[in-house]
């Protein structure tokens, strides 16, 4: 049981390419979201999503797209990558049973150049 | 969503106690506590939750006022493995919202 699954763990981009994030999980949990982690400060929420086909933005959903075709993956898009988005990423998924504890990955190291 | 207070940074003798404090003044009556920790830069790590009665699992002990208005983690026997950022998080509510909101958290140092 893997629980949530982020890829790629370390990302290099320049300036203005694009990139998908992945996020799957294996709970079969409703719930998932995606945060950024800047050095020295806590997560700050980008986008989340209540169940397939449903998404809403967080408090820094600027430059970043999300979709959620199915329960298991919840992907984030960077449309054009700015030094700003620079990040350390965190997706977490949580059951529809709103007290019950999120889960989250590992997390995924971007650097923009 | 209530707003959580946490110290800066704490430090801990190993093997003693560890009380980490978090103030919730806001808090309203269907809101749960959570706590979190990270070690170095990994993901979150899920450590307790309750509403207003005590709880302990194998992890930690959570104390909850009886006004809700502010809460404790104690780590019972703390282990340098312990060292990380723990977050004291409130959620819930009638819109059955599931947004986290961290603030920066308590930096714990345990020592040898």
Known sequence: ?113 | DAKTTQPPSMDCAEGRAANLPCNHSTISGNEYVYWYRQIHSQGPQYIIHGLKNNETNEMASLIITEDRKSSTLILPHATLRDTAVYYCIVRGGTSGTYKYIFGTGTRLKVLA
């Not at chain 1, 290099?12 to 949990?29: E, F, I, P, R, Y």
């Not at chain 1, 400060?41 to 397939?52: D, E, P, Q």
């Not at chain 1, 992907?75 to 989250?104: E, I, K, M």
Request: net charge neutral; hydrophobic share 30%.
């Open chain 1, 1 to 113: 049981n893997a629980g949530v699954t982020q890829t790629p763990k370390f990302q290099v981009l320049k300036t203005g390419q694009s990139m998908t994030l992945q996020c799957a999980q294996d709970m079969n949990h409703e719930y998932m979201s995606w945060y950024r982690q800047d050095p020295g400060m806590g997560l700050r929420l980008i986008h989340y999503s209540v169940g397939a086909g449903i998404t809403d933005q967080g408090e820094v959903p600027n430059g970043y797209n999300v979709s959620r075709s199915t329960t298991e993956d919840f992907p984030l898009r960077l449309l054009s990558a700015a030094p700003s988005q620079t990040s350390v990423y965190f997706c977490a998924c949580g059951s529809d049973r709103f007290n019950q504890p999120q889960h989250f990955g590992d997390g995924t190291r971007l650097s923009i150049l």
